[in-house]
């Protein structure tokens, strides 16, 4: 649910494949594009995650980075990678500073 409804501007009607979405607002569009990717690859026997989330706030948004942080060290774990390395970083910022210091 979002706490404002956009609605589709009506300078689309000049271009008539966007019809379509002229009646809706954009979380409509936003619900619809998300649904039909889940149909799409569920019809491809691709797995499909789907997140619910019934209010956008500070909140909602701090959990779903919470989620997503645990779930990138959880995957990291299962493919035998280490999620907190970051080979390069360091590399690359020596690299960065060489290269604007030597130009």
């Known amino acids: 649910k979002f706490n404002q409804k956009i609605k589709v501007p009506n300078s689309i009607k000049n271009i008539p494949s966007l019809n379509y979405a002229l009646k809706h607002d954009f979380s ?7 649904q039909g990717t889940a149909i799409a690859l569920k019809d491809k026997n691709k797995p499909v995650g789907i997140i619910n ?6 909140n909602s948004l701090g ?3 919470m989620f997503l942080q645990i779930a990138t ?5 299962l493919y035998c ?3 907190f390395n970051q080979p390069g970083v360091e590399d690359s910022k ?4 060489e290269l604007l210091t030597n130009n």
């Not at 989330?53 to 500070?58: G, S």
């Not at 060290?73 to 774990?77: E, K, L, P, S």
């Not at 020596?94 to 500073?97: A, F, H, L």
Request: overall charge neutral.
């Open 28 to 34: 409509d569009l936003i619900h619809s594009a998300a």
């Open 53 to 58: 989330i019934k209010n956008i706030n500070e």
């Open 63 to 65: 959990e779903l980075i």
């Open 73 to 77: 060290a959880v995957a990291g774990n």
């Open 81 to 83: 990678i280490n999620p």
């Open 94 to 97: 020596n690299r960065v500073k």
